[in-house]
């Protein structure tokens, strides 16, 4: 199924950085739970991301990273998830971040 222009627009993909890196032992996929900031308008979202194969925690502090905010909040285990960290899926689920090639405002819209 095709997707029309407008529909795309209505997902906000959006630059952010990562702040904050927890373990998280209660999901049932291993993953982390990321506190990130995409600036001033729309502030800090928490996200829980399965990108434990390739990543260490102290890699991921201030890296920044594109993610979709205008989904609705998801539960997962004891945690909510508020935006959507997006990667490239590999074989087993090895996901590889999808990040700006330069280091760039907070919050800027990615289209």
């Known amino acids: 199924m095709d997707l029309s222009w407008q529909d795309f627009e209505k997902v906000e993909m959006r630059?952010?950085?990562?702040t904050e890196v927890k373990e998280f032992p209660e999901a049932r996929k291993p993953a982390f739970q990321l506190k990130?900031?995409?600036g001033e308008q729309i502030g800090?979202?928490?996200?829980s991301a399965q990108i434990t194969s390739r990543y260490k925690m102290e890699d991921l502090k201030n890296k920044q990273i594109i993610a979709v905010v205008n989904?609705?909040?998801?539960?997962?285990?004891?945690f909510m998830?508020?935006?959507l960290v997006l990667g490239a899926v590999g074989k087993q689920d090895d996901i590889v971040l999808l990040e700006p090639g330069f280091k760039v405002k907070n919050g800027l819209r990615v289209g």
């Open 71 to 78: 989904f609705p909040k998801k539960q997962i285990a004891n």
């Open 81 to 83: 998830s508020e935006c």
């Open 44 to 47: 800090f979202r928490k996200s």
């Open 15 to 18: 630059v952010g950085t990562i």
């Open 36 to 38: 990130i900031d995409f």
